[in-house]
């Protein structure tokens, strides 16, 4: 969850790419020094993190390497899911089985491989892999981790206006023009993020109707 706190900004900080670096900040606010280095590296990625959860997407992490993201299936009539990284850029494999002890079958998708079976679709618009025939839709099977998709995500680098936005928030906690911190606990960038903690990251209005084009509604 959100709290408030005391300064100096605090936020768990994921193990993955930062949205600017320092020195593309520095470049964007004419820093020429060093006085502001040791600063900037704890502010830039506490705030890549900060705007990956609210917007409950990696946004550049997943372009290029791929993601293995599993699925509990909890009723019989499921057809469609939705992957938690967005924009959905392809699909390497989806996987299924019956059961937890099943082991999993790797699906063909649109007859990929000449012998005429249907048995996915992807939908890069709305992130969506649905499970089908030749004939039509089918159900996924029922049960925990039955679904097993390995594919890439996001963007191949920060988006303008976002970056844009991550200027500012630097600029915004360099100065310290917020007077109480922020702290978010146990968000890891995995999309695994409520919606409550998402909407409570406290970010200027401005920079949250930036965000707001990114953030992923499920």
Do not use: W
Not at 119 to 141: C, M, Q, S
Not at 189 to 208: A, G, Q, Y
């Amino acid at each position: 969850m959100a709290m408030e706190g005391s300064n100096p900004l605090q936020l768990l900080r994921g193990i993955m790419a930062n949205l600017v670096t320092t020195r593309e900040y520095k470049d964007f606010a004419g820093l020429t020094g060093v006085s502001e280095d040791a600063k900037l590296n704890v502010i830039i990625p506490s705030i890549s993190q900060a705007v990956k959860s609210y917007c409950g997407t990696s946004i550049i992490d997943f372009y290029s390497t791929n993601k293995v993201e599993f699925f509990d299936i909890k009723d019989n009539e499921t057809f469609q899911i939705m992957v938690d990284e967005s924009p959905l850029v392809s699909v390497s494999e989806v996987q299924e089985r019956e059961g937890q002890s099943g082991t999993y079958t790797t699906l063909i998708s649109e007859d990929s491989d000449g012998s005429g079976k249907y048995e996915y679709v992807i939908d890069t618009e709305r992130d969506l892999i649905t499970r089908t025939t030749a004939l039509g839709d089918k159900f996924f099977p029922k049960g925990r981790k039955a679904v097993k998709v390995t594919y890439r995500a996001g963007y191949a680098s920060t988006p303008a206006d976002l970056k844009l936005a991550c200027f500012d928030l630097v600029k915004y906690y360099l100065k310290d023009e917020r007077k109480s911190a922020m702290t978010i606990q146990g968000a890891q960038v995995r999309n695994e993020v409520s919606t409550s903690l998402r909407d409570n990251i406290d970010f200027p209005d401005h920079i949250k109707r930036i965000l707001d084009f990114y953030k992923v509604y499920k």
